[in-house]
């Protein structure tokens, strides 16, 4: 049974950072290709990041790049995104996904609020 425990989320100020990590269980973690995706309040889900299966390649929505950072640990089965200079419009459930040749699953969302 695939499985991903999404944590990290929360409340944080304009400006702050969060650390949003989403551990995988029931795949072959390092076969997959791992993103981060979200969706504002009558948005459509959009890509925000992904990684390669080794890592070695990323890409960001130009909306966050050079404020957040996709990486990813193959030993403990964890995708992880480093959010810094965050903003309102950040504000958004966000989700990890895994792709690969074998199947396409996501995790159940969590929530991200970016206010003072």
């Known amino acids: 049974q695939v499985q991903f425990v999404e944590s990290g989320g929360g409340l944080v100020q304009p400006g702050g950072s969060l650390r949003l990590s989403c551990a995988a269980s029931?795949?072959?973690?390092?076969?997959?290709?791992m993103s981060w995706y979200r969706q504002a309040p009558g948005k459509e889900r959009e890509l925000v990041a992904s990684?390669?299966?080794?890592?070695?390649?990323?890409n960001y929505a130009s909306s966050v790049k050079g404020r957040f950072t996709i990486s990813r640990d193959n030993t403990a089965n964890t995708v992880y995104l480093q959010m810094d200079s965050s903003k309102p419009e950040d504000t958004a459930v966000y989700y990890c996904?895994?792709?690969?040749?074998?199947?396409?699953?996501w995790g159940q969302g969590i929530q991200v609020t970016v206010s003072t």
């Open positions: 996904r895994a792709l690969g040749s074998r199947g396409n699953w």
């Open positions: 029931g795949i072959t973690f390092s076969s997959y290709v």
């Open positions: 990684i390669s299966t080794t890592g070695g390649t990323t």
